[in-house]
Every structure is written in C-alpha cells, then in structure tokens.
C-alpha cells in the first residue's frame, strides 16, 4: 500500500504530500507537521515485508528500522540529518527526519563534473566532523559517499544522512558485518563477514568520497585493489591541480591495511589542515568619512537612522589561536578583559590569556568533562566561575582560576543551545529562601522550546518559560536583570519578565531561526541575527523592530553591542564579521580570514578587541587600529 495525498499519520500530526522514492525495502514521503514545516517520513515498503520471502524476517526488519531511528536520534549536530519522531502507523514503524532542501552531492558531481579542492574539503571537514560525533557514541555510519551527503539550497552546508547500515561498534574487536556496502567507498573490512572494527572504516570512506569530489570519477573498489592487484590511481594523476597535501591524505586514508591508515577522523583530518598566515587572514574594508558622533543610544525616532556619514574603521587580526581539534562554537570575554574561553565541537572548554593568546588551561578531562558539542559559554559578571552548555543535555559550572568543576546541571532529554549569566539578582529571589541568594541565576536556552532559570549555588531549577514553538537557540538577560530574551527556530523573539515569567513582547519579523539575541548596554535596544541573513534593531519598550542590518550573504549566527552601544558586530556563515554602526545603520567594514561559518563574536570591556570562533577549528582575535 502507498500513501497517497492528504493521508494523515500519527492522529493527525503529519500530513502527506507525495512520495519520494523508494528502495528495496524502504519508502519515503514529504509530509507537512503541525506547524506546517516540511518533513521527511521514512518507513518499510508494505508489499516486500509481506512478501513470503521476506515474512520470516518480518520482526527483525522492523526492529532494524527502528535501531536505525534510534541511533540516528542520539547523533545531534549542525551536519548530521536531524531526527524528529518515531511512531508506529498501523504495523508499519516510521521515522520522521527533517527536510534538507537542496541536492547531494552524487547529484553536484553530475551536474558540475568535479568540485574545486578548497569547496571539497569544506564538505569534508564538516563530514569529519559530524563523523567525530557518530564515532562518540560508539556507532560507525559504513555508508559514506557523496549521494549520502546533502548540500543544502543556498548554503555552504553539508549533512549527512541515511544510517541505514549504521552499526555499534567497539574498537578493534572482530564483529559480523553485514553484506550491505558501495563499491569504491567501501574498505576491505566490509568484504569480509566478519573484521575488526574501528574509525578507520569511516576514515576510508570519507578519503574515497574526497577522491572522487575532485577527481569526478568513482575510485576503485577495495575488492579490485585486493583480490585483482589492480592499483589505486592517484587523485593527483587524474586532476593535476589536486595539491601534494590532499593527494597524499587521501591515498593515506585508503591504505588497504587498516592498521596503516589515520585510526581516527580527526587524525586523517590534520593531514588535510593548511597553515594561513596572518597577513593572509586580515582584510579591512574601504575608509569611510567624518567624525563618528558622540552617540550612545539610538532615538526612539528610527528616521535618525542612516542620517549621518561614518568614520573610517581599522581592524586587523593581531592573533589566531589554535587548540581545538574540532569547529568553535562559543567564545566569551571575562568582565576584567583578560581572559577569554572558548566552547567547541572536541567536546573541550578553553581558557586563553586575551593579551597574548596563551592557553592557560583545559576545562574537564577523563572524568570530567562534556561529552558532545560545547555549544554555548557564559563568564559570571565576576569572573569567578564559567558555565558551559552542551548538546549531552547538561550545563556545568567551573571555576575559573583552578578549572575545577563546581556542578553539573541536568536537562534530561534536553540539549542546552545557550547560557547566559544575571548580571544581578533579580527580585524574585530576593524573598526566597536564603540558599536561593548566594550567588548567581543562570538562564538556558533549550532545545525543547523551552527557557529555563537555574540558581547557581544549588543546582536548583527554579523557572521554566514557555511559549516557543521550537528550539531556543539564545537568550541575554538586559543590564538590570529584570528582562530576558529569548530568540528562537520558530523564527520569534521573546522578552520575558525574570521575576514572574510573564510574556512582555513576542517580537516577530525574521523569516526563519533567531540564533542569537543581545541587549545594547543602556537596555533600551535589543539586536538579533539570523538565518535568513539579516539583523534587526528593536526597541525593548515598545516590541517595534526599527531597523534591519542587511549585507551579510549566509546565516547569522552572533550578535554583539560594542559597550559605548554606538557599534554592533555580527559574525556569519559567510565566513565574515561585519561591523556596523547602530546610529546611522551603516555597515562600517568587513573582517575576512577564517575559512568556514563564524559562530560566535564577542567584544572585551574596553571595546578594542572583538574575538571571533569558526568551524575552521581557530578563535581570531582582532584589534582597533587608530
């Protein structure tokens, strides 16, 4: 039976549109949810599990399904297929996954006939990356190939799906493999039924799909090379403008002996790194005329907007740190301006000295520690201690002058976006029990829709805020402590009362996720970026949106006010950071020189220093040059 048109899943919740394909045992279809967003619902194909070849295996089909659903919902990240239900409809097992619109790359390579190197490794390296993930929870994807990863429409973003043959795995232990493989792509260990099994199975593939974005052609298989003796051509040999480094990391990452390959994603990966120097990394835009005027705060009036000429704006990249092994998610200023720390993808917080760049210490260790993506960071007003937020659905605060972990904060089922400090205590508490007033409230963004408050001497949630229809992907309290925002995927900003939890203003004008939202320094201002490559302006009293920041050509991902509040900095998946001027709406310069998406900015107290975090794995730090 097939699904036709109209036809509604799971009471109502998913309705479907059409098919989109199917398999040997497998159908697809586009759905619509309830809040109308396009979704892909996967399931077994009705006639083949009733065939009477297949009816013996029934159960174990269907359980097959349903462990892939599994394995593919604990697996989160910006590159791996999100997972968002999994239902029975009837006897049939579903499983609901989000829609990439776009195409794969089997696709790009037909229509463009082979990719340049420095695109192939962006969508390498962001692969390897969600590799790393996948690798983390003990899992092994065995189906990497360019038809298995998606390129995202009018983006620079690779995302890997399909975990159909997806299998646990401990490393180095003989286990049964499957029959199921893609010539080419697949190593020798998939030959055989049963091998050891490690990352280095994963890292083959991954070199073979690299092989075959810049050369446009389908390497051998492992099983030709093997049993055949038929080499391996080299990369190079079939695109000469194929660099030495790549050339030799992939033929690295194919070795036929597993044991003389990269064991590990990010081992291959660091044969792929290429050193940028800093001259290279640094661009400042155009001069620009007349005094900047002595101009804290925007009038209420937004016709003042755009009245007035802007200065010439000097930055340039003094320093690049490199430490992580994985993309920099969060970076954050302390109070005093001197030290910054740093969230990332490898798990690990990092606390560098500003002044100089020197890494003074590495948050958490073997027992201890994150164990996903470190996805936001947030210093206390004094300093003392950093709370870090992470997608393994806990917060954890450390001290900062001994990096020792003080408490860990449990979200259950429930990854945390965004943290983000009370500058003071907000009234609520103040005739609460006295536990509720020693030290810090903590506020979290979540991906369950939800904003909730955290008191930091007790571990204790003590508010839940609710009214978002989809993940919260930032929050910012305002100067006073008396006001929380909040942006969000459901494309709105709110602005909260901290001492009740009432609803003040829902802000709406974005045309798609709000990822990040920043009070100006007087609190009257609130900025957002977003995704749909704009930032807007609001006034806090009011909800009015009064201006919208365009220029920048991919997502916004950070916002943040200078601390005079007379500049704004935006960094983007565009790779840059824009500097804008909030009292004439201007855009002042553009900063280039990291290599992939900027996902966070941040401004030291003193306003001469903008730090910068990318998926190119580096932290930037750029400095005001008079």
């Given amino acids: 039976m097939v699904w036709n048109a109209g036809y509604a899943l799971f009471g109502g ?51 097959d399904f349903r462990d892939e659903a599994i394995r593919l919902a604990v697996c989160r990240h910006p590159h791996i297929v999100q997972i968002e239900n999994i239902f029975d409809e009837g006897d049939l097992p579903c499983m609901v996954i989000e829609y990439i619109e776009g195409e794969d790359l089997g696709k790009r390579l037909r229509r463009l006939g082979v990719l340049s190197e ?71 260990e998939q030959y055989e039924l049963e091998a050891l099994r490690g990352e280095y199975i994963d ?117 690049t740190l490199r430490g992580h092994s994985s993309m920099v998610v969060s970076v954050a200023i302390s109070s005093d301006g001197r030290a910054l720390a740093s969230g990332s993808n490898d798990h690990t917080i990092k606390l560098w000295q500003l002044e100089t760049g020197k890494l003074l210490r ?132 709110k602005l909260w009362q901290v001492n009740t939890g009432r609803e003040i203003h829902s802000f709406t004008g974005h045309s798609f996720f709000v990822k990040s939202v920043t009070f100006s320094p007087d609190g009257r201002l609130l900025a957002s970026g977003s995704d749909d490559n704009t930032i807007k302006l609001w006034q806090v009293s009011t909800g009015k949106e009064i201006h919208s920041f365009t220029g920048h050509l991919d997502a916004v991902c950070s916002v943040t006010f200078s601390p005079d509040g007379q500049l704004l900095a935006s960094g983007s998946w565009d790779k840059t950071i824009k500097i804008w001027q909030i009292s004439t709406g201007t855009e002042l310069c553009t900063l280039h020189g990291h290599s992939n998406y900027v996902r966070s900015v941040a401004f030291s107290p003193d306003g001469q220093t903008i730090v910068s975090g990318s998926d190119d794995d580096t932290i930037k730090i750029w400095r005001y040059q008079p």
């Fill in 118 to 188: 420095v695109e192939a490794l962006l969508y390498i390296r962001q692969i390897g990356d969600a590799l790393k993930v996948i690798h983390s929870k003990g899992l092994l994807h065995r189906d990497i190939k360019p038809r298995n990863i998606m390129i995202r429409a009018g983006k620079s973003e690779a995302v890997l799906i399909d975990f159909g043959i997806a299998r646990e795995f401990i490393p180095n232990v003989i286990q049964r493999h499957t029959v199921y493989r893609t010539p080419g792509f697949a190593p020798p």
């Fill in 203 to 319: 890292v083959y593939a991954l070199a073979a799909t690299l092989y075959s974005l810049v050369t446009g052609v389908t390497p051998r298989s492992a099983e030709d090379r093997r049993r055949r003796n038929m080499p391996l051509e080299p990369p190079k040999s079939l695109n000469p403008n194929i660099s030495d480094v790549v050339n030799q990391a992939i033929m690295k990452g194919m070795d036929l002996q597993a044991n003389l390959r990269p064991q590990s994603v990010q081992e291959w990966l660091d044969l792929l790194d290429v050193e940028f120097s800093e001259t290279s990394a640094t661009q400042v835009i155009t001069p620009r005329r007349a005094p900047l005027p002595n101009y804290h705060s925007p009038p209420d009036n937004p016709q003042r907007l755009g009245a007035s000429v802007v200065p010439f704006q000097k930055w340039q990249c003094v320093r």
């Fill in 13 to 63: 919740r998913y309705i479907i549109k059409r098919k989109l394909g199917e398999g040997g045992i497998g159908i697809t279809y586009l759905a619509r949810n309830e809040r109308n967003e396009l979704r892909v619902i996967k399931t077994l194909r009705e006639d083949i599990i009733n065939d009477d070849t297949w009816k013996p295996h029934q159960t174990k089909l269907k359980q």
């Fill in 362 to 493: 590495t948050f958490g260790g073997w027992f201890s520690g994150h164990s996903s993506i470190v996805h936001a960071i947030a210093f206390s007003p004094d300093g003392q201690l950093l709370a870090s937020g992470s997608w393994d659905e806990t917060i954890k605060l450390w001290q900062v002058s001994r990096g020792k972990e003080i408490r860990t904060l449990t979200s259950y089922g429930n990854w945390i976006n965004s943290v983000a400090f009370s500058p003071i205590l907000p009234k609520l508490f103040y005739a609460q029990e006295e536990a509720y007033m020693r030290g810090w409230i903590l506020a979290s963004g979540n991906a369950d829709s939800t904003v909730k408050l955290w008191v930091v001497s007790t571990g204790i949630e003590i508010s839940t805020f609710t009214g978002h229809l989809d993940s919260v992907w930032s929050v910012a309290f305002s100067p006073d402590g008396q006001l929380l925002a909040s942006g969000s995927a459901d494309c709105t900003i």
